[in-house]
């Protein structure tokens, strides 16, 4: 039996779920206990997903968890008529996902060279990899000033960037490895906040600069962006426009893309 059922596993982990939170009606998120042995870099995805009808459903997820902690930490969106999140948005606690335990991805430190300013553009999910960037102790070994920007259409998509800030100046060791490094833009664009507009406008007239205390400039900073194809499209511009050389895990550049989880 237990032959039969690693063979339908295709060297596969099975996870036990726990803590499952739904932030607004089309996101959620989960942790997994983290297999003995597994290691990651923070900022890298994994296949994770269902067994359905006897073989493994899976789909690319960034692991929102810092590659020191004890869980792995999903954050999905919930899509009716996605294969995967049309089940995965039921999960209740001790059930069980899988998930192929190899971890790849450029959102890494090594894809980047070294620099003084280190962005982060998001957008919807794709604040998932920034959630594991942004409590690692090398992003602020290597960088002086951190920051993580999220769009999103509606001020309750914003939740769960708001509850990283709070779970890092909530821990003693988070903060003071944080200090006043890190940087939290979270803007709007469908709905009235504080701050609205796509990032990509901020860029273009001057608002991040403000914001920031110097514009883009591939001298001191480093990219990495996660979002939509689109979104990525047009940030990608950008850094080109600018000057900046996208990197790889092979060649460290001065910026790297990751396509956010779609369905
Ligand atoms: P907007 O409302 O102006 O389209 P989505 O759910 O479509 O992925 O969008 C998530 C967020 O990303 C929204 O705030 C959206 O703004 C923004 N966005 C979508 N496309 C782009 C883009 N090409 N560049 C920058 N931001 C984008």
């Not at 999103?152 to 709070?166: I, N, T």
């Amino acid at each position: 039996m237990n032959e039969l059922v690693d063979k339908a596993l295709r060297g596969m982990a099975l996870l036990k779920v726990r803590n499952i939170r739904h932030w607004t009606d089309r996101t959620f998120s989960f942790n997994c206990d983290r297999p003995a042995g597994f290691r990651f870099r923070s900022g890298e995805f994994v296949m994770i997903g269902l067994m359905v009808e006897g073989k493994p459903l899976v789909r690319a997820y960034s692991i929102c968890s810092p590659s020191w902690d004890d869980e792995l930490e999903f954050y999905s969106i919930k899509v009716a008529d996605g294969p995967l999140t049309s089940r995965l948005q039921h999960l209740c606690e001790g059930d069980e996902i899988v998930m192929r335990p190899k971890p790849v991805g450029t959102l890494v430190h090594d894809a980047l060279l070294p620099g003084k300013r280190l962005f982060l553009f998001s957008t919807g999910t794709g604040m998932a990899p920034f959630a594991s960037v942004t409590r690692d102790p090398e992003t602020y070994e290597k960088f002086e000033q951190v920051v993580l920007t999220h769009t999103c259409r509606q001020v309750d998509e914003l939740a769960y960037g708001h509850h990283l800030m709070a779970r890092i100046s909530g821990d003693d060791l988070l903060s003071e490895m944080v200090g006043d490094k890190l940087t939290h833009i979270a803007t709007t664009t469908r709905e009235t906040s504080p701050a609205m507009g796509r990032m990509t406008d901020w860029i273009r007239d001057g608002r991040l600069a403000a914001a920031t205390g110097a514009p883009l400039d591939p001298a001191t900073d480093r990219v990495m962006i996660c979002g939509s194809m689109a979104m990525l499209r047009d940030h990608k511009a950008i850094c080109e426009e600018l000057g900046f050389v996208e990197g790889s895990n092979s060649e460290p550049g001065q910026f790297v893309i990751e396509k956010a989880f779609v369905d």
